[in-house]
């Protein structure tokens, strides 16, 4: 009988991040920590943002409707990284704080409802293997560089790292569901006739 392997947790990724310095493996993420612990928690936390500040399909989501309050304000989620609305030629959003501003007329005030392309970050056990995989990678060998800083003990490569962005950017391929005809540049060869 063979079993399925569960997908990378959090606490697993922080013993891969210990294990390429040399350091024994630990139970938990909670409760008193190493200074090791500490900083391979935020090491990881931080690349985890890094990776999912791009916007993958994973995290992403088209014509997400954010709706004003009272006040006619727009206020966002504590995990919206980057909102777009595009499909407003009267608007010219940006994220302001955790707001909405409009730069065309000034404001933070809106009279509607606007739907907007909006990049989400997810918890560790929210997003995709190819994703974590990559993440615990890149993060381990950061975290190496910074605490031991020894050409000769890199845990994982560039190569690794390389790898693994490889098969993130090929997972995004076959889950975005992507085509030509999706970016004008890409189409406009074939528009010319």
Known sequence: MTTTPPLLTELEAV???????????????????TVDVIQAKAILSQVSREVQTVGWHFNSEKEYPLVPDINQEITLATNMVRVDADQYPELDVVQRGLRLYNRKDHTFKFDKTVKAEIVFLLSFEEIPQT???????????????????????????????????????????????????????????????
């Open 15 to 33: 013993n891969v991040m210990l294990s390429v310095i040399g350091e024994a493996p630990i139970n938990t993420l909670t409760g008193a920590a």
């Open 131 to 193: 994703a974590r995989q990559f993440i615990v990678i890149r993060a381990a060998r950061i975290f190496q560089d910074r605490m031991v800083g020894s050409e000769v003990l890199h845990g994982f490569t560039a190569v690794d790292e390389q790898k693994a962005l490889a098969d993130l950017k090929d997972a995004e391929g076959d889950t975005g569901d992507y085509t030509i005809f999706d970016h004008y540049d890409a189409y406009r060869p074939l528009d010319r006739w």
